[in-house]
């Protein structure tokens, strides 16, 4: 598993071989071009409320400092396929009575990959107590 993440979300990743759901996503990704993070804000909070847009991109806020932390935007990506955006029209992600997740981005690099922003594909997965549900699968390039 490579120790790496996109510039504008890296501050924001860690790894925490006691969390579970880490556990599982390490389980099914790890891989010598794949890197696999958990989000967790530099105020210490892990959980977020979650937007995302048709593009896709996904925004997370901080529930205790209110830091809004882009977690996949193709903006950022060299190599990513863009189109035009229509809108920024982000919806909130909602399940059953639950709005605030934590967050988990598994970012994957080519073998020639020449930066952390380099990826070619992003998932992106929010956890309610158990269940594990991946938001975005998305391939950058």
């Given at each position: 598993?490579?120790?790496?993440?996109?510039?504008?979300?890296?501050?924001?990743?860690?790894?925490?071989?006691?969390?579970r759901?880490?556990?599982?996503?390490?389980?099914?990704?790890?891989?010598?071009?794949?890197?696999?993070?958990?989000?967790?804000?530099?105020?210490?909070n892990?959980?977020?409320?979650?937007?995302?847009?048709?593009?896709?991109?996904?925004?997370?806020?901080?529930?205790?400092?209110?830091?809004?932390?882009?977690?996949?935007?193709?903006?950022?990506?060299?190599?990513?396929?863009?189109?035009?955006?229509?809108?920024?029209?982000?919806?909130?992600?909602?399940?059953?009575?639950?709005?605030?997740?934590?967050?988990?981005?598994?970012?994957?690099?080519?073998?020639?990959?020449?930066?952390?922003?380099?990826?070619?594909?992003?998932?992106?997965?929010?956890?309610?107590?158990?269940?594990?549900?991946?938001?975005?699968?998305?391939?950058?390039?």
């Amino acid at each position: 598993m490579l120790d790496l993440a996109p510039d504008h979300v890296a501050d924001y990743c860690y790894r925490d071989n006691s969390d579970r759901i880490f556990l599982r996503l390490l389980d099914v990704y790890d891989g010598l071009y794949t890197s696999i993070n958990i989000i967790k804000c530099l105020c210490g909070n892990n959980t977020f409320v979650v937007y995302i847009d048709p593009n896709p991109t996904v925004e997370i806020v901080c529930k205790c400092c209110l830091k809004r932390i882009s977690v996949y935007d193709l903006a950022y990506y060299p190599a990513a396929v863009k189109c035009p955006k229509d809108n920024d029209v982000f919806s909130i992600v909602h399940l059953d009575s639950q709005s605030e997740f934590k967050v988990y981005a598994i970012y994957e690099y080519s073998d020639d990959y020449d930066n952390g922003n380099d990826i070619s594909w992003c998932h992106v997965y929010i956890s309610t107590d158990d269940d594990l549900i991946e938001i975005v699968n998305d391939e950058t390039s």
